[in-house]
């Protein structure tokens, strides 16, 4: 920065250069009434002083005009001319005496002791953003007051600003200063000096000192003016006169392009930027008309930026208050979605409770009618009528029955005796009775429907038996003494291997444990009643066997003489509840239905799978909530082929027997509802809400960026676009064109 100097219209620069360093520590004469101390610096014109105020001590700068043969002295008068115009002026160094007649010629200014803006910035290097444009605002508005009293300074630089004891600007040198009306060129210093003004022809322009303005600004923020560099500089020196050197200092302003290391410094920003642009915008009509311009750029700026944490907080503010109501209104929408779908999961609970009960209800009340007749069946004269000659007349039958008879006996008995006539006349009337229930229910589908109907003696040997499909018995002549149907226990006893007097047998109507038919697959229980003489003797049982999937909770789901595949979405399940390895089996479901459906022979595995005993006993399984029910045929590959893998709401009811005692029989009814479908409406509506309650988010978002984008819009100012021009040519601006600042209070007050 040191090597700014002001452009001269003379070529012997070089040889005062050579002359002043040659010269003695003398000033170059004396100064009445003041005491010149030291040589404080050289100009193109002469020297300056340090000197001392012999009256009050003060200390002063005496400037002295010594160089005689090429000092224009009119330069003095108009230097001094310009002084005068702003002695007034705070921003100003003051003018305090002159010398006119003395050889050579001074001037006296007050001595501004912390030197200049050049120095500062060669001793402490660049200024920060807040600090340069607190320092630049002050120059500019000390440039305005010159401006307002028709004074362009035409030669602003960091070395023409002093700093005083407060460290504020003051301007100085005003040896090319221009009236606003003069139209005599005046060139200021390289790389801060506007390419218009460098031409020999120029007419002084107010844009000049904006544009030197902008350059110092600029330098205070990157260290070095706009455009200067090495090969800048050497192109410039290398020119052979001083013409060439100003041509070629306009060509290189205005085809290099806009300068950018000012927005790279840290925390620049747009604003201020744009401020800089214009200042340096090599065209003078983009760049602001005069330094009122720039100082109300600075001030719309400052209220920009005062402005800015009010925009932020009304931005962030109600940002911050719609996400705290997001982020409540969430944890409340789930929370009442949570609270929504308990209630309706309870509510399906205790619903499915009562359908259970009520299922199970049914299943007792069918029972009590498979009760009523087996009862009647038994009593009935006509069948003791066909029993009592088997009882009695059968040969074969007492071999039978012979504890002490061998394999190779009852082998031979067992055919006989099913080819004999009394056996096949009680055969045929079982068949007889057995059709007309058949034939009852294809008419009707809640009526009554067997899977067999059989006789057994006092032994415990099969007398006869029908079934509802064609079949041939291969059990006629053997011992079942063992079954739970004839017995009365609650679980098979193992099997007799000949028949017993002692054998136990029931006393009263009975429910039979569950067992499975190894034909067809399906579960079954026996109602059995005893069947006993005139005498009241007991003579044998009477066997009615039902398909459990022909009980009421199933049979309610078909058409009479045909099938209908049941609703996989809320149904009745039969489970096994008797204690033993038989435990939660599940003996009726409509995955078996679906499967007979399709013709699928069930595998065995489907028939291991258990229901946990905290569902049989209504209570909660470790883990969830009662009646949370997962279905263990789910997870078979054919449950999960067939969509049973899923949530359901499951909750069991006893079957209780058909008598006083109302004891459980055994059987469980489990009401099964999938949980998708209790929830859904739940999660419909909540889907919903959630829909609604983000369009509306949305909604908002969008209308407050619109309102915002308003705002900041009406808040910015349209700001000028700059051109970089390709062509090595400037206009001076014609007089009539050239702004001061009080033609722009003028056209303000207009």
């Known amino acids: 920065m040191s090597a700014d100097v002001t452009e001269q219209q003379s070529d012997d620069d070089k040889q005062r250069s050579r002359d002043l360093s040659l010269r003695s520590t003398q000033p170059p004469t004396q100064a009445p009434g003041y005491e010149a101390q030291r040589l404080l610096g050289t100009g193109a014109y002469g020297e300056v ?19 005689r043969r090429s000092v224009d002295w009119s330069l003095l008068s108009r230097e001094v001319e310009k002084l005068v115009f702003l002695s007034a002026d705070r921003y100003v160094v003051q003018l305090l005496d002159v010398g006119w007649d003395a050889d050579p010629p001074y001037y006296v200014m007050e001595y501004i002791e912390n030197g200049s803006l050049d120095e500062m910035l060669r001793r402490e290097g660049t200024l920060g953003i807040t600090d340069a ?187 911050i208050l719609l996400s705290a109501m997001t982020l409540f209104g969430f944890r409340g929408y789930e929370q009442a979605l949570r609270d929504t779908e308990e209630m309706a999961r309870s509510r399906a609970v205790d619903n499915n409770d009562f359908a259970a009960q009520l299922a199970a209800e049914k299943v007792t009340v069918k029972i009590a009618n498979y009760f009523d007749i087996c009862r009647q069946e038994a009593n009935r004269e006509e069948l003791h009528a066909h029993l009592a000659p088997v009882l009695q007349q059968s040969m074969w039958l007492p071999k039978l029955n012979n504890p ?48 067999s109907m059989f006789v057994t003696d006092a032994f415990g040997t099969q007398l006869a038996v029908v079934f509802d499909e064609d079949a041939v018995s291969r059990s006629i002549g053997k011992n079942v003494a063992h079954r739970s149907y004839f017995s009365g226990d609650a679980v098979e006893l193992p099997e007799f291997p000949r028949a017993s007097p002692n054998a136990k047998h029931i006393e009263q109507t009975n429910l039979s444990s569950v067992f499975q038919s190894s034909s067809t697959q399906r579960w079954k229980v026996a109602v059995s009643t005893p069947l006993l003489d005139n005498d009241k003797k007991f003579i044998g049982v009477l066997v009615l066997t039902v398909n459990l999937s022909d009980l009421e909770l199933v049979a309610s789901q078909k058409q009479a003489g045909e099938e209908k595949i049941v609703e996989v979405d809320h149904f009745p399940v039969l489970i096994d509840g ?137 808040f910015r100012e349209q700001r000028p676009s700059i051109r970089s021009s390709s062509s090595g040519s400037t206009q001076s601006t014609p007089l009539q064109d050239v702004q001061t600042l009080a033609q722009t209070l003028r056209n303000r007050r207009k």
Request: with cysteine; aromatic share 8%.
């Open 49 to 67: 002083w340090v000197g001392l105020d012999q009256n009050t001590g003060r200390r002063v700068a005496i400037k002295f005009y010594a160089h």
């Open 133 to 319: 444009v607190d320092l630049w605002k002050e120059i500019c508005t000390g440039l305005a007051h010159a401006h307002g009293k028709g004074v362009l300074h035409c030669d602003l630089k960091p070395a023409n600003i002093l700093l005083d004891a407060d460290n504020r600007p003051r301007l100085a040198d005003f040896g090319q200063s221009r009236l606003s009306h003069e139209q005599r060129p005046a060139l200021g210093t390289l790389f801060y000096m506007a390419p218009e003004q460098a031409d020999l022809q120029a007419v002084p322009d107010v844009r000049w000192d904006v544009y030197a303005m902008g350059a110092i600004l600029y330098c205070l923020l990157v260290g070095l003016p706009p455009h200067r560099n090495d090969d800048s500089v050497s192109h410039i020196d290398t020119a052979g006169d001083l013409a060439d050197r100003l041509a070629r200092y306009r060509r290189l302003i205005t085809t290099a392009p806009l300068p950018t290391e000012h927005r790279r410094v840290t925390g620049m920003d747009r604003a201020l930027a744009e401020i800089i642009d214009r200042c340096l915008a090599p065209h003078p009509q983009d760049r602001f008309a005069n330094i009122q311009e720039v100082l109300d750029a600075l001030t719309a700026r400052e209220k920009s930026r005062s402005r800015r944490p009010m925009l932020v907080l009304g931005f962030a503010g109600p940002l």
């Open 404 to 451: 002490q008879v061998t394999d190779a006996d009852l082998n031979e008995a067992r055919p006989k005796f099913l080819n004999e006539k009394v056996r096949s006349d009680l055969n045929e009337y079982l068949d007889k009775r057995f059709r007309a229930y058949q034939a009852a229910a294809e008419k009707d589908a809640r009526a009554p429907k067997f899977a």
């Open 578 to 714: 008797r204690k033993g390895e038989s435990a939660g089996t599940v003996l009726h479901h409509p995955l078996y239905d679906l499967l007979r459906h399709d013709k699928v022979r069930l595998p065995a595995d489907v028939f291991a799978r258990r229901v946990p005993g905290e569902i049989m006993r209504g209570e909660a399984v470790p883990g969830t909530e009662r009646g949370t029910y997962h279905d263990p045929l789910g997870d078979h590959p054919l449950g999960k082929e067939k969509g049973f893998d899923r949530p359901w709401i499951g909750v069991a009811a006893p079957v209780k027997l058909p008598d006083a005692s109302q004891a459980e029989s055994g059987l469980i009814v489990l009401m099964q509802e999938d949980y998708r479908f209790v929830i859904g409406p739940v999660q419909q509506l909540g889907n919903r809400l959630l829909r609604e309650a983000l369009i509306a988010l949305a909604s908002i978002v969008v209308l407050s960026i619109g309102l915002w984008w308003f705002v900041i819009r009406q």
